[in-house]
């Protein structure tokens, strides 16, 4: 009982509920987003009677077909996918990038197996081939 009260109270699983909670009430206001501001406002400008376009159906043998509605929710998708790509990938991105700047100046190619290798290695961790170094391969005088 206690591993799963340490599972509970870890502080990533707070932190994904929070986010769970977070993305449901910001899906939320997106949905009403498109549906109240958006779409009337794309039905004043095309000219079209009805500012909603989950209305907008069309029959075909008694099936009923709601493209309207399949508009709405591209809309929402495509404004919450954009969210997230400028808020949060872009951001993460850079900031990866930003670190493994740094990681490139310590770290060296082993020229046998192609692994990440300190610098001043001598030897290849992973293959253990002898590496030459910047020292010995410098012309004496």
Do not use: H
């Amino acid at each position: 009982m206690s591993g799963f009260k340490k599972f509970l109270m870890r502080g990533n699983l707070v932190e994904l509920a929070v986010a769970v909670v977070v993305g449901a009430t910001f899906s939320g206001l997106v949905q009403a987003l498109v549906k109240d501001l958006i779409t009337p406002l794309i039905a004043a400008v095309t000219g079209g009677k009805e500012p909603d376009f989950s209305q907008y159906v069309f029959t075909v043998n008694g099936a009923k077909f709601m493209y309207g509605d399949f508009i709405n929710q591209l809309l929402s998708f495509m404004i919450i996918a954009s969210v997230i790509y400028w808020l949060v990938v872009l951001p993460m991105s850079r900031l990866i990038t930003f670190f493994d700047r740094n990681k490139e100046a310590t770290e060296k190619k082993c020229p046998e197996c192609l692994s990440n290798i300190p610098v001043a290695a001598r030897r290849c961790a992973f293959c253990t081939a002898e590496l030459q170094t910047e020292a010995a391969t410098a012309p004496s005088a």
